[in-house]
């Protein structure tokens, strides 16, 4: 009986780090590892969080992404990559609130998934974003000049990829930009 209790013990330990595991896991998918920020896994739970609260509560919740068509080759895959990522990171956290999330798509291209927003405040956030990300530019020779924002404000059920999607459509048109829309 003593072996039999042995190995129910070992087969729990066992079960107890798959469970460690499989949160790791969870976790480590969703982190872009150059910046510490999202991953497209990382932004599209977060586009799936706001839809659930879109769904329970009605809030209406939004997307920013951000692309530089003219970075650098240095900046997309060089050693200053990290920092550039970074400093793109910090400079759009500091455009959006706590509850926001801040994520890299690719090489180039940036989202942030906006909670619990007001009917129109999604203008008021890229036009900050904006400023914030035009200071940063013009300090720095990698990511050279250019930039586009666009975004979504959604106010209806729509799949998360569609969602994402339709946001970097947008970027296309948002030559300076901000281009926003909505799905209804």
Known sequence: MSE?????????????????????????????????????????????????????RGDIYGILVVTFPSLHADARHGPEATEFRSHVAATMGAAVRDVDSVGRLDDDTFAAVLSDLRAGALQIVAQRMRDLLERLVASSQLIGGTFR???LEVLSKAPSGDILDRALMLTLEANPGPVLGQIN
């Open 4 to 56: 039999v209790n042995e190995l129910r013990e070992q087969v729990r330990a066992l079960q107890a780090e798959l469970d460690a595991l499989k949160l790791t896991l969870e976790v480590v998918g969703t982190v872009d590892f150059d910046s510490g920020m999202l991953s497209r896994t990382g932004i599209l739970e977060a586009l799936e969080r706001g839809q659930r609260w879109l769904a329970r």
């Open 149 to 151: 924002i666009a975004g």
